[in-house]
Nanobody, 123 residues
């Protein structure tokens, strides 16, 4: 399985971005999918996860109410909608996948990682 993330860029504080992650493979609908991020000089951080059918979503407290996750299984794509962005959201964002449907918040559980897309929020 290959994951290709896109949609990062430079945005002013208060703005919005939507990240996309396209996955290869024919069993995408069984995959748990998620997003992690890593800011400069900081450890990798859980952002959110969505179940295979899209019916269950977990969002980190730090982005709750501002970020949402969705997926389109017909397009093998998962999205991260980011609103009300803050400078502290600046990071490389990684999409992740696992074939077991796990909803884990631990990065060590996820076998498939995209290449990362940089989000920079200016103040």
């Amino acid at each position: 399985v290959q994951l290709q993330a896109s949609g990062g860029g430079l945005v002013q504080a208060g703005g919005s971005l939507r990240l996309s992650c396209a996955a290869s493979g024919r069993t995408f609908s069984t995959f748990g999918m998620g997003w992690f991020r890593q800011a400069p000089g900081k450890e990798r951080e859980f952002v959110g996860v969505i179940s295979g059918d899209g019916g269950t979503i977990h969002i980190a407290d730090s982005v709750e109410g501002r970020f949402t996750i969705s997926r389109d299984n017909a397009k093998n794509t998962v999205y991260l909608q980011m609103n009300s962005l803050r400078p502290e959201d600046t990071a490389i964002y990684y999409c992740v996948g696992n074939p077991w449907g796990s909803m884990s918040h631990s990065s060590s559980v996820w076998p498939y990682w995209g290449q990362g897309t940089l989000v920079t929020v200016s103040s």
